[in-house]
C-alpha cells in the first residue's frame, strides 16, 4: 500500500547514517557486507576493470538504495541495511520525496583524478562532520563541490539523505522550484555554503505559503516529483 503520509524513511536513514561511521575505518568489512547481502543490487560496484570495488565512501553506500530501482527492491535493500547495521528503525516501505540517482551514476567518487583514496577519505569526514553538525563543514563543502572529482550538487542529495530536517537537494527538479518561487540558484554552479544555507533558509520560510503547506523537505520535494508526473 502506498501511504502517502508515510515519510518513515526520514527516521530510518539518519539512523543507518550514524551506525554507517562505525565503518569508518573498516571499509573492506563493510564491502564485504554488502556484496553478500545485496549481490544483485551492488553488481555495479566495481573499479575500470570491472574488479570488486576495495574501498568505498558513505554517501555511495546510501546509493545502493536510492538509485533508479522498484520500491521493492528498495525496500529489501533497507531490510539488509538494518540486518548489517543492527538498526532498530522500522523498515521504510515509501521512498517519498528522495530524488533517486542515476543508475549510470551512482557513486560518490571515480578513477579518472588518480585521488580515489583521498577522495573517499574526505567523503567519510564530511558525512560525519554533516552528521554531527560540525563547524568545518562550509569548508569541507566548498572546498569538495569546487575541486574534488565527480562532486557536484550530488553532494546535497547526500547530505539530505542523512539530515532530511536540515538539508534542502538540490536536483535538477527541485532546483527549478527554487527558480519559479524566486529563490536564487545557479542551474549550473554549485552555491557556496553560505548560500546554499541560504536556499534552505528560504525554502523553510516557504512551507506555509506552498499547496497543502507542507511541513517537511521531503514533503516539498514528493511535490514537486508529483508535479513533474502531470
Keep these: 500500500m502506498d501511504d502517502l503520509n508515510d515519510y518513515s524513511w526520514c527516521a530510518f536513514y ?24 545485496l549481490p544483485a543490487e551492488t553488481g555495479y560496484l566495481h573499479d575500470p576493470e570491472r574488479k570488486p570495488l576495495k574501498d568505498i565512501d558513505p554517501f555511495s553506500v546510501f546509493g545502493i538504495l536510492n538509485r ?24 521504510p516501505h515509501n521512498y517519498h520525496g528522495i530524488p533517486p540517482l542515476s543508475n549510470e551514476n551512482s557513486m560518490f567518487f571515480g578513477f579518472k583524478d588518480g585521488q580515489t583514496e583521498k577522495d573517499i577519505d574526505n567523503l567519510w569526514q564530511f558525512f560525519i562532520s554533516v552528521l554531527n553538525d560540525e563547524s568545518c563543514v562550509g569548508v569541507q563543502f566548498d572546498e569538495m ?29 527541485s532546483r527549478a522550484f527554487l527558480e519559479r518561487h524566486g529563490i536564487k540558484c545557479s542551474s549550473t554552479s554549485v552555491p557556496a555554503f ?24 521531503a514533503q516539498v520535494t514528493r511535490g514537486i516529483y508529483l508535479s513533474l508526473q502531470k
Design 14 to 37: 539518519p539512523a543507518a547514517a550514524r551506525a554507517l561511521c562505525s565503518y569508518q575505518n573498516k571499509r573492506a568489512a563493510l564491502l564485504k557486507e554488502l556484496y553478500e547481502a
Design 68 to 91: 533508479h530501482i522498484s520500491q521493492k527492491k528498495k525496500t529489501e535493500t533497507a531490510e539488509a541495511f538494518k540486518r548489517i547495521f543492527g538498526l532498530k528503525e522500522p523498515v
Design 145 to 173: 563541490t569546487a575541486h574534488q572529482y565527480g562532486i557536484k550538487f550530488n553532494l546535497t542529495i547526500g547530505m539530505y539523505w542523512i539530515r532530511p530536517e536540515k538539508y534542502f537537494p538540490l536536483d535538477t527538479p
Design 194 to 217: 553560505k548560500d546554499y544555507e541560504q536556499i534552505c533558509t528560504g525554502v523553510r520560510d516557504l512551507l506555509p505559503s506552498l499547496p497543502n503547506k507542507p511541513k517537511s523537505f
